[in-house]
C-alpha cells in the first residue's frame, strides 16, 4: 500500500508509538537482508553521500527515508569505516525541517577544511502549492562527532534559465579556490551541469555551464555530477535521466554514466572529452559518488538501486543498498573499477577447483552459499557460450555467461527468484572482447557484482532467490573451455 503525501512527509518524531519498532520486527524477518553491503535499519536507502576520509576514519552518509520503501522525507544517514570493509552506523547525521530544508535534505558531498568535515546538501523544500524550491546548504561536523547546520543556505536562489531540478551539490578544492557542480535541468527541459565558486566555501558565484560537446538534449535532468581528476585526466560522471535505450545501451530506467577528457577548464568551462559511456551494465546502480582515500586512490560507491521502480523488498518494509567499494582507474582512455584491495580482509575459508568442461554443466559442490567472492578465469575458450550459474537450486539460477561468437557478455536474471516488473527486462549485455576472462563475483544474500577483466566491465545487480538457491554450477555450449576457479567465503 503507497503512502500518502502526508505519510511520506513526516519527521522521524511524529513516527506512531511502536512504528518503526514493528517495521524494525517486520525487517528482521525478511530473507534478502544484506550481509557485508550497507543498507537501512527501517525504509529506504538512496544515494551515497558525503564519502570523505576524515579525523583518522571514513564517513559515509547515505538519503534515508525511515518509514518505509518509499521517496518521502529525506534524511542523511551516517555510517563510518575504519577500513572500508565493516561500517558502524552512527545515526542519522543531518535532519530536514529548517525553512530552506523542511521537505528533505538531499544529495550533496563533503570536504575537510579548518579540521572541521564540510557537509553540502541540496535543501529540498515545497510551498503550499507544492511548488519546489531548492537551497544549496551546509553544515560541519567537528572533531567530536557533532554536526551542526549553518543558520542560512550557502547558495539561496536558482540562477536564470534552470528549473526547480537543481540539486546534488559535488565541491572540491583547486589550488586556493573551492569548486563545486550541481545538477541542473533548463528551462527547455534538457541536463545539464552548472559550475559555481567560492574562496571560503560560504560565499559562491554562479559561474555558468559545464561546456561538453554532448547534444545540448542529451537527457532532461542530470543528477548527482561529481567531477575530478585522475591520472592527468578529467573525469565526469552523472546520472541523466531521459536517455532513450540504443541496442545494448541505456536499458535501465535511468542511466549513470562518465566522460573522460582533458582536466576541466575552469574559467571558460570548456570540458573536451570523448563519448560517454555507462558505468555498470547490470540492473541496478545509480547516483554514483566518489572520494580520495587515506593514501590518494580514488574510491566509488553507487546506489544499488534505481527510483521509481517497486522491488521485492517493499513488501517486507525497505529497499535498497549500497554498492561496495570500487577503486577508479584509467585503462586506454577508459573508467575501470575494480574491487578495493581492503575486502580481501572478508575472504574466509578459501576453496578451489580447475576443470576443462565440453558441451557439459559442473556443480562444484564446495562452492555453495549466499555470500562470497568468486573468482573464475577462462582459458582455451573454443565454446560459444561459457557460463556460471549461481545461487541456484532446481529451477532458480541467476546467469552470466560470455558469448564468443557475438563476443558479449550477458547477465540473465529472468530466473533468479522473485523479479521486478516485467517492462524493466531480465538480461543485459554488453558487447565485450577478449580471448582470456577473469570473472570476479560478489555474491550477497540479495544482490552480485560482477568484475569483468580486472573492472573493464561491471554488471551490479540486486537479485530477490530463495535461501535455499546457493548453489554454483559452470557450463559450456558448442565446444570447450578451461575453468580456473576459487572462492571465499563472506559469511
Ligand atoms: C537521485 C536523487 C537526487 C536527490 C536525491 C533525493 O537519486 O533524486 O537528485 O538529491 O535523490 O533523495
Same mark, same amino acid.
Given at each position: ?12 518524531? #511524529? $513516527? ?14 525478511? $530473507? ?6 550497507? =543498507? ?6 538512496? &544515494? ?14 547515505? =538519503? ?24 558502524? @552506523? ?7 525541517? /529548517? ?10 558531498? $563533503?570536504?575537510?577544511?579548518?579540521? +572541521? ?9 515545497? &510551498? ?7 537551497? #544549496? ?10 554536526? =551542526?547546520? *549553518?543558520? @542560512?543556505?550557502?547558495? %539561496? ?10 540539486? &546534488? ?15 541542473? =535541468?533548463?528551462? !527547455? ?10 574562496? &571560503? ?47 545494448? +545501451? ?33 540492473? /541496478? ?29 517493499? #513488501? ?18 577508459? *573508467? ?43 582459458? !582455451? ?10 545461487? $541456484? ?5 541467476t546467469v552470466f ?9 550477458v547477465l540473465d536474471r529472468s530466473l ?10 531480465n538480461i ?49 555450449? !558448442?565446444? %570447450? ?7 571465499? %567465503?563472506?559469511?
Amino acid at each position: 500500500i503507497k503512502m500518502t503525501k502526508e505519510e511520506k512527509y513526516r519527521y522521524i518524531e #511524529q $513516527a506512531r508509538p511502536d512504528e518503526l519498532e514493528k517495521l524494525q520486527k517486520q525487517i528482521e524477518r525478511c $530473507a534478502w537482508r544484506q550481509n557485508y553491503h550497507i =543498507q537501512p535499519q527501517t525504509g529506504l536507502l538512496n &544515494d551515497p553521500n558525503g564519502f570523505s576520509y576524515y579525523n583518522g576514519i571514513y564517513h559515509l552518509f547515505y =538519503q534515508w527515508f525511515p518509514f518505509g520503501p518509499e521517496h518521502g522525507m529525506k534524511y542523511w544517514f551516517h555510517t563510518v569505516s575504519k577500513d572500508l570493509c565493516t561500517w558502524e @552506523n552512527v545515526g542519522i547525521g543531518i535532519k530536514p525541517g /529548517d525553512s530552506y530544508d523542511s521537505h528533505g535534505v538531499y544529495s550533496g558531498s $563533503a570536504i575537510v577544511k579548518d579540521e +572541521k568535515l564540510y557537509l553540502m546538501y541540496t535543501g529540498n523544500t515545497r &510551498d503550499e502549492n507544492w511548488v519546489r524550491h531548492p537551497f #544549496q546548504c551546509m553544515a560541519y561536523m567537528n572533531e567530536s562527532g557533532v554536526i =551542526q547546520k *549553518l543558520t @542560512n543556505p550557502v547558495i %539561496s536562489t536558482v540562477p536564470n534559465g534552470y528549473t526547480d531540478h537543481f540539486r &546534488d551539490p559535488k565541491v572540491w578544492k583547486k589550488d586556493d579556490t573551492y569548486f563545486c557542480i550541481i545538477g541542473a =535541468q533548463r528551462k !527547455n527541459k534538457t541536463g545539464c551541469a552548472v559550475l559555481y565558486k567560492s574562496s &571560503d566555501l560560504m560565499n559562491w558565484e554562479f559561474q555558468g555551464e559545464l561546456e561538453t560537446t554532448l547534444p545540448s538534449n542529451f537527457g532532461y535532468m542530470w543528477e548527482c555530477p561529481d567531477y575530478f581528476e585522475l591520472e592527468e585526466h578529467g573525469i565526469l560522471l552523472f546520472s541523466p535521466q531521459g536517455l532513450e535505450a540504443e541496442g545494448e +545501451k541505456y536499458q535501465n530506467i535511468y542511466q549513470s554514466g562518465y566522460l573522460v577528457g582533458e582536466p576541466l577548464d575552469l574559467e571558460t568551462r570548456k570540458f573536451c572529452h570523448d563519448a560517454f559511456h555507462e558505468l555498470d551494465r547490470g540492473f /541496478d546502480f545509480y547516483a554514483q559518488h566518489t572520494t580520495l582515500s587515506e593514501d590518494g586512490r580514488r574510491l566509488l560507491i553507487g546506489w544499488m538501486g534505481l527510483p521509481d521502480l517497486a522491488y521485492p523488498t517493499d #513488501q517486507n518494509g525497505w529497499a535498497h543498498c549500497l554498492t561496495i567499494p570500487r577503486q577508479l582507474e584509467i585503462r586506454e582512455g577508459k *573508467l575501470i573499477q575494480q574491487p578495493i584491495s581492503e575486502l580481501m580482509k572478508l575472504r574466509k575459508n578459501e576453496r578451489q577447483a580447475r576443470f576443462t568442461l565440453e558441451n557439459e554443466r559442473k556443480k562444484v559442490k564446495e562452492f555453495s552459499g549466499l555470500s562470497y567472492e568468486l573468482i573464475y578465469e577462462i582459458e !582455451n575458450i573454443q565454446a560459444r557460450y561459457i557460463g556460471i550459474e549461481f545461487r $541456484a537450486k532446481d529451477q532458480e539460477k541467476t546467469v552470466f555467461f560470455y558469448d564468443s561468437i557475438k563476443k558479449e557478455l550477458v547477465l540473465d536474471r529472468s530466473l533468479s527468484g522473485k523479479s521486478l516488473e516485467a517492462e524493466n527486462g531480465n538480461i543485459r549485455r554488453c558487447s565485450f572482447s577478449a580471448s582470456k576472462l577473469k570473472i570476479q563475483l560478489f555474491v550477497d544474500v540479495s544482490s552480485v557484482e560482477i568484475f569483468i577483466n580486472d573492472g573493464e566491465e561491471v554488471f551490479t545487480s540486486r537479485i530477490f532467490p530463495s535461501p535455499h538457491s546457493k548453489e554454483v554450477c559452470f557450463f559450456t555450449e !558448442n565446444g %570447450s573451455a578451461t575453468f580456473q576457479a576459487v572462492q571465499w %567465503s563472506y559469511e
